[in-house]
C-alpha cells in the first residue's frame, strides 16, 4: 500500500495496519490528500506521524 511504503522510506521498522475504509483520510501539511467520496463516515479518532 502507499502507506506502507511511505513508512519504509521513512526508515519505519514496525507499523499498524489501520481500517482503509470510507472513514480513512490522508492528510499532510494540513492538505487532503484523498477524496472524500459523499458517504464517508466521520473520523472520530486519528493516528499522526511526525518527524523526529
Known amino acids: 500500500t502507499e502507506m506502507a511504503l511511505l513508512m519504509g522510506q521513512l526508515g519505519a521498522t514496525d507499523a499498524l ?8 483520510n490522508l492528510v499532510l501539511g ?11 463516515a466521520p473520523v472520530h479518532n486519528g493516528l499522526g506521524v511526525f518527524r523526529r
Open 17 to 24: 495496519n489501520l481500517d482503509g475504509g470510507s472513514s480513512t
Open 30 to 40: 494540513g492538505q487532503l490528500l484523498n477524496r472524500i467520496p459523499d458517504t464517508a
